[in-house]
Every structure is written in C-alpha cells, then in structure tokens.
C-alpha cells in the first residue's frame, strides 16, 4: 500500500511537473509567436513604373513604362516592359485646367518606349501631367513643375590642366524655382571613358596594387565602364555659390569630379521637385546614410497609382578638355 | 535675462530658508548619527552603502559623496550596522545622548574573496530603504573580469543587463528600453560627455582602471536627473588611495593601461592612462604593402582625480578626463582621409555638511568634445568642425530632519556652445554656431510615512533660451515594502530633451549634436514603471520591472538632405515620435564558487517619421523582442576563475524587399537606375546569439599581484547577421550579401600587475 503510494505520488508529481513543463512551453511557445517577429513579411505588389524627364527648352521627351517585379525574378527588358498602354501628357493652365494635350504612341525603337505624337517644347516654369493606362495595373498620374531656364554665359578654360588650381567655372544666369532655392546637379560625361584615361586618383582606386604592378595594360570591366563613363554629383543647394554683383553665379567644378582626361561635357542642371526627391531618397537607398545598416527606404516618388520618376529640368553644357598635370595648357 | 533672474530666484529663496531655518538646531532632543563609508583598504568613499540601525526598519543609503546621515532618533543604545557588497559588514555599538550628532566615518573591509565574483547590484544590495526603480549598479571588479572584445569595456557590460541592447558587435551605443543612445544622459563625475566612444564606437571611453562607481537609471528617474528623455548613466572616478601609493599596469591586445594612485597630506590622487598599442601591428602591416593600412591610428584617454579634505566638513576635488581618436588613412594616391575625435571634462567639486542634517554638493563643469573628420581627393578638400562646449555650474542639497522626511533640491545652469561648419572644395556650406543658456532646478520629498512605505515626488523645472523653453517635469515614485524581502514599485514622470545627436549606428566618430531652437521644441515623453523585487533567504534576487514610455516631439537630422546649405534651422530636421514597452526580469545569486546573474527582457519600440515608411510606425533596428543575457563566473581554484556571457536575442529589424525595378534612360547616369520596394523594417534577421567565454589567473611577480586573462568571444563561431547587403546583378538578378557581426572565435588575451 505504502508502495503503491509512493508511485502514484511519483507519477503525480511526474505529471504535475510535466503539466507544468507543458504549460512553460505553451508560455514560451506564445511569447515566440506574439513576440519574435512582430512584422510581416514583404509581399510583392505589381506596379506599372514610369520613367520620363522633361527639359525645359527641349523638345517633348519619350517616355518609358515597365512594370515592378518580384525581387527574386529576374528583371530583364522583354519581361518588365509594357507595350499596351495609353500615354498622355497634358499642359495644364495655372488654374489646373487642360491647356493643351500631347498624345504618345509606342515607339518602334525600344520595347516600352512611347513617343509623342506631336511636336511640341517643354515650357518653363509651367506644369505638365502624366496620364498613362494599361491593361491589368492600376492607372497611373504624375505632375511636374519645370523649372526656369537658365543661360550660361561663360566658361573659364576650353582646355585646362588636371587640378589646375584656377578649376574649371561656368558663369551661369539664376535659375528661380517656385518658393525654394535652386538645387543643382553637375553630370560629367566622357566618351572615351578607359582605362588608359583615368586620372591618377581613380585608377588607384579602381584597380588594386597587383593590378596596377603587374604590368599588363588596365582595362575598366563594363560595369565600371557604365559606372564613370557619366558621372553625376549629388543634388547641391544653391546657397552654396557666391551670387555676383550682377545676379548671376560662378560655379567651380570640384577636381574630384572629373574621372577621365580628355573632352568632358559637363553639363549643370536645375531640377524640379519630382527629380530631387527622387535623386535624395535613392541615393540615401543605395547609401545609407545616417539610417542604420540594413535599413532601406522606399523612393520618395511623384508617381499616383504607380512608381518610377516623371521629373522635369533646365539645363546648359560645356565641354572642356582636360590634359594631364605638365601638359601644355591654353585658354 | 530678467526672465532668467527671477526664474532661478525663488528656488534659492528656498534654499535659503531651509539652510537658515532647518539646519543646525532642528528637533534638539532628537540625536543623529551621520558620516562617510569608506572601503579600509583604500579609504575610497562607498557609493550606495547600506547603513540601518539593527533590529529595526531604519536605515539609509550613503549618497553619491558616500555620506549617510540617521536621524531624529531617539537618545539611547543602538547597534549600527553597515554593509556594502563585497566587503565584510560591520556593527558599530553608539550611545546617542539627547541632541547629540555623532559623526562617525566608518571603513568596511573588502571581502577577497567576493571580488572575483560576477555582480551587478540593483541599487541597494538587500533591504535598503534607498532602493530606486529601474536602477543598477555594475562594479568595476565585474566589468573588468568579463570576456569582451579587446579591451575591457564599461557599456559593453551595462549591455548585459535587461532593457540595455547593443546596436551590434561593433557598437558600444547604449540602447536603453527603446531609446536611442543620445536619450541617455552620460555623466563623468558629474560632468557630461558627449561622446563616450574609442575606435568610432567599438568600445566606450571610460577606462574601467580610473572608474569607483557605475550606476544605471534605466527609467523614471528622480527629479534630480534631467536633461534626456531616457535613461541616464552616471559615473564617478575613483578618488584615489588614501592609505598608500599604488599602481597597476595592463597589457592588452588593442590597448595597455597604467594607473597609479596614493594618498597626500590632505587627501588623495589618482591618475590613470590608456593608450592604443597597435602601431608595431599597423607598421608590419604596411611594411607588406597592405593597401588602406592607415599612416596614424591611435587612440588615448587620460583620467585623473585630486582630492583635498579641508576639514571634517569640507572637500574639495578636482577630475579631469581626456581622451582622443586619430586616425590618418591614405586611400589612394591624391586620395586621404584624416579624423581627430574626443572629449576633455574638466570638475570641481565642494562636498559641503552644513550639519549632520544638511549635506550639499557644489560642482563647477567644462565639457568639450570634437569631432574633425576630412576628405581630400585630387585636392579636392571637404572638412567639418563640430565642437561642443558645456559650462556649467551645479549644485545640490539634501536635507534629512528625522527617518520619515528627506528633502533634496538643486539647481544646475550652464552655457551650451555648438559650432559646426562644413567646408567643401573652399566653399562654406554650413556654419552653425548656437548659444544656450539652460537652467533646471529641481525639489524632490522623500516621505516615509510607515516602514513600509516611500513616496518620493519630484518636480523638475527646466530652461533653455534658444526658443525661451520653459518645462516642468513631475516626478513620482512610490514603494511598499510588502514582506522584508519583496518590496513593489512603481515610477512615473515627464522628461523633455533639448538635443538630438547625429550618428550613424556603425561609425560614431563623426557624431554631431544639435539642440532645439526657436521652431525646433524639444523633445519629451512620460515613463510609467513598476516592478517587484525579492530577495531570497539564500541570497538570490529576483527583479521584474514593466515600463511603457512615450517619445514625442522628436527631432532629429533628416536623412534625406543631401545638402543643408540655405536652409533655415528647422528645415534640417525631420519630426517624428514613437513608444517603448517591455517586460524585465533580473536574477543574481550564487551557490558554492558559482555566481551569475541572468537578465531577459521583452520588448517592443516603434518609431514614425513621416519621411520614413509613409509615417506609419516601424521598429527601428535595434529592436529585439526577446532579450537574453546569462553571466557565470566560477572559482575554479584559488588562482583560475572561469566567466562566461551568453546571449540570445530576436534577429533585428532589417528591411526585406519585396520589388524591384530598374530605370535605364536617365540622363544622370549610363548605367541603369536601381530601385528597390520594400516595406520599411518588415522582415526580422535569423535569432542572434553568442558565447563568450575567459579564464583569469591570478599570480604574483616580484611581490605583486599579477593577472592573467585568456578570453575567446564568440567562442562557438556562431556566424550572426549584421545586416544584409542587396546589390543588382547585370544578368537582372538581385543578390543579397551577408554582412555578418564577428564572423570567428576572436582571441584576446592581457596581463595585468597591481603593486
């Protein structure tokens, strides 16, 4: 009796401890769920994506549409394009209302590419819009404010020795823009962008000290190629540059800024809020920045019902030569 | 300026009164017993030390001077008791006679074998009345003999306790019950450091050799604390020994460190240096032509303390610190990068007794810190200077009429002085100089209306003059003590913050701080806490707090500007708010050689900005739901001890994407325009965990002792994930790269002589 008991008070205490086992883990097995991912995870959502970028001065630009894919698919032209859609822009007065629209048709250049059907130059200091639709995505609308255009009246050097001290400048008229200061880009092209022209700093960065000792003739991989070839700083307030007695701005061109020796167009722009957005926010998404790493924002984009850019600019170039340092130099 | 006058004039008034009125005379038959704990062997004042009159349930802690004072007792016979963890109690038999003030110093013995031990004490060790919510103490005995990453490691160890996260291996930050660690406050000696970091944020500035004390007020903080919405971290220097010249010498892997300290005629001194040793790496390093191996790399500190004991009644000391990172890299020819970091402080401190019942506590302080990063490429120069100064002057009074009434008041005003100026290619594209004068005063009641209960309120007022802010911040903390081991809490209180810190969690050598203005208000939240504490009758305590905690009004750098030139002050800032709530539960003990301590917290923290996510509420990286942390320490022998720290947490917050596309018609560039989809910090990194483990000998060489340490972090090569790195791929694929926190077992090893 006393045996049986004992055992049953065993098989109790057993199952009491293992109740309370059971209970701990349903405990943890809760917190796990309510607690160790909080968040949901990420769904992708078909979008139709718009890329366009009006100039003011310039005539009507083509205007691309593909579609937003899954990150695990592989993104090529055939399969992101779209090829359907009804495009339109439409010239609107100051008070909202349609002065003029600017059908587009597909173009037979490019998969995805639409032309206007008329010719027509983009205005300053006025606002077009986007329209677009096709089958199966949500329509799509965008509106943009081109800025004013600006002239360039001078440039320091047509040919110019590598980290000159005097540095290249452009003297430029201002361009206003709404009720904000003018934010800039500079964009400096080369079309003979290899190795062989690099300038000292970039090939010590671009090629390793193996590389660069081995005695073999470097040469840029295409991506690096594609990377230099047309280089473009960050957005740049105007409150950066000294305005000139007579109103008008000289800006210098930061040696840093220059990849190639040789004919480099350099060519500034001024742009609207669409194309400042989305230069900032996709360069803090590539970047980083002050976010902490593994943390990636979404583009601030000007685009309803869909994603992409739909921008507008003013812009003016110059090219100068640049020699390398000792070569001979003329104005 | 009158605003300023009449704002500061009616706390002195009170002041005053309680100074004239209260101090020397209050209750004449009523006797007291008052005086400074100090540890016998080195006569260092006792932070927090317990003292109680036996048998019965009145008792005090000694204050951050070390000073205790009993009173309004009645005349007769009692039994003293004090205690202190580590160190041998002792029971001190008085008479008090009617009216009679007893000052009585009194030196406790430290405990040998006690010192190895893993501790961390939540305020008072057992049963003291002091005992604050959300309070830790972590010795320097601990933090010293914990395996870390190269160098010995203040922060790293408060990270260890519940509601403290680490951003990553790589980061000292403090990340306290959701907040960012510019909402802690960081004191040294009274006196603020804007930035306590070495090696751009790897390990904190403070040398563990120089430090006495370390506490942590994780939330809902007194009214004597202000300034930060969070938490506040404050650290007090060691005086110095006041019984003989002694030294110590550390030889690590990253770093060595020497200390030396004695007593004067009147006091004592203590001077105690760090200083990088890697150079001898960094040279054979470059001798093999390693690219990127930086021409300067070093970093130092320096703390040093001077301690003068005019009278019975009066001291004076002196501390300073000065540290400094400086690192010169040559990236590639025409290209280079060059950063100077650091802080100075400079304090002196008056401890005053106007009597037995009236201490007070005077500080004067200077703070500097600089951050002087540059950029130069094809002479192309870009540089920034962003210098913080902070005078100030402080001070405080605590008045003790009898066991059931406590006062404290103070006042603490300073100039704050921001510059910072950002040059690039020769043209000046921020030059923001700030000028602040900020003022806070503070009361705060402490009123024991049985022994079983403390209700502590507070009122915090607070001034800045850039925008004529004006704040009042309640306080109010209540505690019953239910059994003489379980005692139940529960905090409140409003907090503002008038700065913000520009870091990047991964670099923290070009930190910037920033303050509120006119059009920028300073930010604010209110804390509520409670918790339970219970002391075992083996020794085991057992802590749970639950905190929830508002942020409102933050301000902080939009991350969006790629230029600030031309903007307006207000312009650069992006306004957002966000909440913190968690669970925490803290259990110490020790049984035979084995001693530990394990901290778990559960915890959620969301933020919104509405340049982030579309303004819904997303968890910031460092968020981790679940939060383990177990340290033991065995005593393996007389001479070797085994420490081990194990962690567990909830991967991070990181941000999955979800789409893509790919613009490839811009005229901006020649390649294609990548853009990802994503929902902001949707998805959680793969659960992180760690072990790390040491081994300490302890010798002696030559008569001195002597230390050796063998730790392995990361001991079982746990590959954890910093963070994941998505990079388009030109066949259209999008590949995603780990980044992982310390990727293999990291060996470190040190020596240390103590004469």
Redesign the interface.
Known sequence: MMMKRTKTTLKSVKRSISMRYTGLALVALM??VA?????????????M?V?A?L?AGESLP?I?L????????????QA?SINDASVRLELLAADGSVEGVFPYTRSIQGSGQYVPQDPHTVLPQRRYRLAADAPGLPSITSETLVPEQFELLDISHSTIE??D?EQFSFLVTQSEFADR?S?F?F?I?NEQAEADNL???Y???IF??DERESGEPLVLN??DR??L????S????????DVLPDGTLRV?L?????IFYGENEI?M?VLDDNLYDF????????NG????????????DPIQGG???FGS?ARVSSVVTIVPEGSTTGN | MRFFTRIIRVPLLVLTLLIAGFAPSAMAQEASISGFVRDADTGETLLLANVRIKDTLIGAATNTSGYYALTGLEPGDYVVQFSYIGYQPLELSITLAPGESLRRDVDLLPQEFEVDEVVVTADADTEEEQRQLGVSRMPTATIRQLPTVLEPDVFRSLQLLPGVKS??DFSSGLYIRGGSPDQTLILLDRTTVYNPTHFFGLFSTFNPDAIKDVRLYKGAYGAEYGGRIGSVVDIYNKDGNRRENAGSVSVGLLASRALVEGPHKRGSWMLAVRRSTVEPLLAIARNQ?V?GIPNTFYFYDANGKVNVDINQDNRLSLSFYSGQDVVDVP?????SARLRYGNRTLSTNWTHLFSDRLFSNFTVTGSHYFSKPEFE????DVFQTNDVWDYSVKGDFEYIPDSRNQFKAGFWMGNYRFDFRSV????E?LNLKTRAIYTNLFGEYIFRPTASWTITSGLRGAYFSDGDYVRVEPRLAVERRVTDKLFAQVGMGRYHQFLTL?????FSGLDTWLSAAENVSPAFGDQIVTGLKYTSDAGFRIEWEGYYRTMRDLFS?N?????????EYEELFHFGEGYATGSEVFIQGSIGPFSGFAGYT?G?TKRRFP???ENQYY????DR??DLNVTTNARLSSKWTFTSVFTYA?G????????????????????Q?????????????PAYHRLDIGFTRKGSLFGAESEWQFQVINAYNRRNI???F?E?E?????SREV?PQIPVPVPNISYTLRF
Not at chain 1, 289 to 300: F, R
Not at chain 2, 331 to 335: G, L, W
Not at chain 2, 652 to 671: D, I
């Open positions: 917190l796990m607690g160790c991912d909080t968040t949901s995870p990420s769904t992708h959502e078909e979008e994506i890329e970028y100039v083509s691309w593909t579609r937003s894919l899954d990150i695990d698919a592989v993104w090529s032209e992101a590598y980290l001290p200061q934010i880009v964009t092209a300038v000292t700093a090939v010590d960065l390793d000290q295409d991506e594609l990377e070839q047309r280089f473009t960050p957005p740049i307030n105007e409150a950066n540059y210098r930061p040696w840093f800024a220059v060519t722009s230069q900032r926010y996709q360069q803090v998404q590539q920045g002050l976010l902490s790493p593994g943390e990636i924002p979404n583009v601030l994603a992409g850019i600019m | 951003a990553s032509d690219e990236i590639a020819d025409q290209v490429f094809a002479t192309t690039f290619d020769g043209l594209g520009v870091t990047n969690e991964a750098l991350p969006f500007l790629p230029d600030v030139a031309g903007l559960f959620v340049t982030i996510n968890a910031p990286k460092y739901t679940h909830t991070q917050a990181y941000t999955r994407p979800s789409s893509q596309y790919r613009l490839g018609n811009s005229p901006f560039e020649a390649q325009t990548e853009v990802l989809v994503s929902p902001f910090n949707g998805a959680r990194l910093w963070f994941y998505y388009f030109g066949d259209g694929d999008v980044v």
